[in-house]
């Protein structure tokens, strides 16, 4: 039987075409079969880079999301090179105010008069008694880091079929491949559907986003990303500011409803009050791929042609530049020591 390539990755979201162009990069012949792009949840994030301001406990999952924080300026810059194409990604540092002071806080406290030398101004709530600040945390636009990968992909020779169904008997057997197409290795990264595929715990959760603009010549209130409680506030340069994100477990329900919405527009005037002027751009949602224990899926499957990618959660954006080098390195039989943290067998052990 013909082989279509040496590696196919089954799904086009921003981890399976970053390691589809990671392993092109490295010489492989790379197909990509996706249903639709647009279905992605890389359209849907914020981009935040945030492994501190998140307060992920110590152990792998913080441990993998600040392995890829410290790649994002070359893996950037590299992508750039490659498409002339800017990514976004901006090294703002971010700002966690709070509304009462924790008695048992791990973090240096900074005071609110602290926190407003951080702004250009004070665009704090009035509520606001101090919080955090993490300079080495930042953010990238998502769409335009999308972009510039699919470019990069399609320049570096990828091969991409859209509109093709993959479906759980295909993954049964592999001696026949996927869809009607051979390869030597598989690699599944279909994101919050991949359970429709495989029995894995990955399941979606629904997230709501808004965004404002603010008017051509006006300055931005805000030069960092504020990360509040159940809110988040991420100013980009050309004057548009993305306001996320519910999490909410509904399976796939499609949709903006009145009640998220109107949370976030709640909880982000609150915060930031200055934003309440400026006009709403765009409403929209997506599926983060949600595990267990929020560590996501990573390594080789019961079946050692297929290889697995996905149950990213919140994550994906920051962890595609370490997902693609641990994958990719596996396939040259380069084992990471994460791996072990993030191998699918460990849900059969609880």
């Known amino acids: 039987m013909t082989k279509a390539a040496e590696v196919i990755v089954i799904g086009g979201g921003i981890i399976g075409l970053s390691i589809a162009l990671e392993l092109r990069w490295r010489g492989l012949q790379v197909l990509v079969l996706t249903q639709d792009y647009q279905t992605a949840a890389a359209n849907a994030a914020a981009g935040m880079l945030a492994p501190q301001a998140e307060e992920i406990p110590s152990g792998a999952l913080l441990d993998l999301c600040t392995l890829s924080r410290s790649l994002y300026t070359d893996w950037t810059n590299k992508l750039t090179m490659a498409t ?20 048992d806080a ?10 407003v030398g951080h702004l250009p101004t004070d665009n704090l709530g009035t509520e606001v008694v ?9 953010q990238v636009d998502n769409r335009a880091l999308y972009k510039s990968i699919q470019v990069a992909a399609e320049s570096a020779g990828v091969r991409v079929q859209t509109g093709v169904q ?4 295909d993954l049964q057997d592999l001696s026949q491949g996927v869809a009607g197409l051979v390869a030597d290795r598989y690699i599944l990264a279909t994101g919050a559907w991949s359970q429709d595929l495989l029995p894995v715990p990955v399941v979606p959760r629904k997230g709501q986003l808004i ?16 990360f509040g409680t159940e809110i988040y506030i991420v100013p980009r340069r050309d004057g548009r500011i993305v ?4 999490s909410e477990d509904v399976g796939f329900a499609t949709g903006n409803t009145a009640e998220g919405v109107q949370g976030l527009f709640d909880r982000a005037i609150r915060l930031c009050p200055a934003l309440a002027k400026y006009p709403v751009v765009e409403e929209w949602w997506g599926f983060r791929p949600a595990t267990p224990d929020e560590l996501p899926i990573l390594g080789y499957s019961a079946d050692p042609r297929l290889i697995l990618a996905t149950g ?6 920051l962890l595609a530049p370490a997902t693609a080098q641990i994958i990719a390195d596996l396939l040259f039989d380069q084992m990471h020591p994460l ?4 191998d699918y067998r460990r849900f059969m052990k609880q």
């Open 130 to 138: 101090g919080g955090y600040w993490f300079d080495t945390d930042g």
């Open 106 to 115: 791990q973090i240096t406290w900074q005071s609110r008069a602290e926190l």
């Open 84 to 103: 002339g194409l800017d990514t976004g990604y901006w090294e703002c540092g971010i700002l966690a105010p709070r509304y009462e002071r924790p008695t």
């Open 166 to 169: 993959v479906t759980a008997e």
């Open 211 to 226: 965004a404002l603009q603010v008017p051509h010549g006006e300055d931005l209130p805000l030069n960092t990303v504020l």
């Open 243 to 246: 306001i996320g994100a519910t």
């Open 339 to 342: 791996l072990l943290s993030c």
């Open 312 to 317: 990213h959660y919140r994550n994906g954006i």
